[in-house]
C-alpha cells in the first residue's frame, strides 16, 4: 500500500526566508502527487501538482516543488515565505488507474515569524 | 470562491443523535469523497463516489453511511452520534479523468 510522509511536524520560518517542506513517498509506480494547504478554518487548497514530464513544478503563490524519483521525494519550496502563508500543508500521493483516491500525509504546520 | 459547500460548518450534539452533514458542489463534477481529519492527523479517506447511486466505502472503517442521488449531492449520514466521531469531516470532488481536487470547507463535529 503506499503511503506518505511529512517528518516536520511544525516548522517556523522568519518572514523572507526561504522555506522547503519535505515529503516522501513510498509507492511501487510513479504516482500522481500533490501539495495542498489548509488555512485555519478554510478547505484545502490545491497548490501544485505532478503527473510526468518536467520534474520541477510551479504552483500558485509562488511555490514550487521537486519531483525526485531516486529519493522518492517530492518537496515542496518557496524562495521567501510571507507572513500569509502561515497555515498546515500537506502532501499527497494518487493511486493511478481509475481509482484517483488520494492518500495524505499528516501535515507540516508553518509558522512564520514577522 | 467556493464551488464546493459544506454545511454545518461546526455541529455539537448529543450523542445518540442522528446527523447529516452536507456536501454539494456546483461544477458538476462525478467523483465526490468524503474525509475525516483529526487534529495533527492525516485525512483518512471514508466514503467515494463515482456518480449517481455509486457509493463505494473508503480506507479507514466509518458508521457513517453516504447516498448519491444527484450529482451535486453527497451527503453523509450518522445514525448514532459517538464522541469517537468527533471530528472534522471534508467532502472533495473532482472531474472525471481529472486528478485535482476541490475541497470544502469542512465541517468540525463535536459530540458529547
Known amino acids: 500500500a503506499q503511503s506518505v510522509t511529512q517528518p516536520d511536524i511544525h516548522i517556523t520560518v522568519s518572514e523572507g526566508a526561504s522555506l522547503e517542506l519535505r515529503c516522501n513517498y513510498s509507492?511501487?509506480?510513479?504516482?500522481?502527487l500533490f501539495w495542498y494547504v489548509q488555512s485555519p478554518g478554510q478547505g484545502l487548497q490545491l497548490l501544485l501538482k505532478?503527473?510526468?514530464?518536467?520534474?520541477l513544478v510551479q504552483g500558485i503563490k509562488g511555490f514550487e516543488a521537486e519531483f525526485k524519483r531516486s529519493q522518492s521525494s517530492f518537496n515542496l519550496r518557496k524562495p521567501s515565505v510571507h507572513w500569509s502563508d502561515a497555515a498546515e500543508y500537506f502532501c499527497?500521493?494518487?493511486?493511478?488507474?481509475?481509482?484517483?483516491?488520494?492518500?495524505f500525509g499528516s501535515g507540516t504546520q508553518l509558522t512564520v515569524l514577522p | 470562491e467556493a464551488d464546493i459547500y459544506q454545511t454545518p460548518r461546526y455541529l455539537v450534539i448529543g450523542t445518540g443523535k442522528k446527523i447529516t452533514l452536507e456536501c454539494s458542489q456546483t461544477?458538476?463534477?462525478?467523483?465526490m469523497y468524503w474525509y475525516q481529519q483529526d487534529p495533527g492527523m492525516e485525512l483518512h479517506l471514508i466514503h467515494y463516489?463515482?456518480?449517481?447511486?455509486?457509493?463505494e466505502k473508503g480506507d479507514l472503517s466509518s458508521e457513517s453511511t453516504v447516498s448519491r442521488i444527484r450529482t451535486e449531492h453527497f451527503p453523509l449520514t450518522l445514525e448514532s452520534a459517538r464522541p469517537s466521531h468527533t471530528s472534522q469531516y471534508l467532502c472533495?470532488?473532482?472531474?472525471?479523468?481529472?486528478?485535482?481536487?476541490?475541497f470544502g470547507s469542512g465541517t468540525r463535529l463535536t459530540v458529547v
Open positions: 472533495a470532488s473532482t472531474p472525471r479523468g481529472g486528478n485535482g481536487y476541490t
Open positions: 463516489s463515482y456518480g449517481v447511486n455509486s457509493t
Open positions: 461544477m458538476g463534477h462525478d467523483k
Open positions: 509507492y511501487g509506480a510513479t504516482p500522481y
Open positions: 499527497a500521493v494518487g493511486l493511478s488507474g481509475s481509482a484517483r483516491q488520494l492518500t
Open positions: 505532478y503527473f510526468s514530464g518536467d520534474t
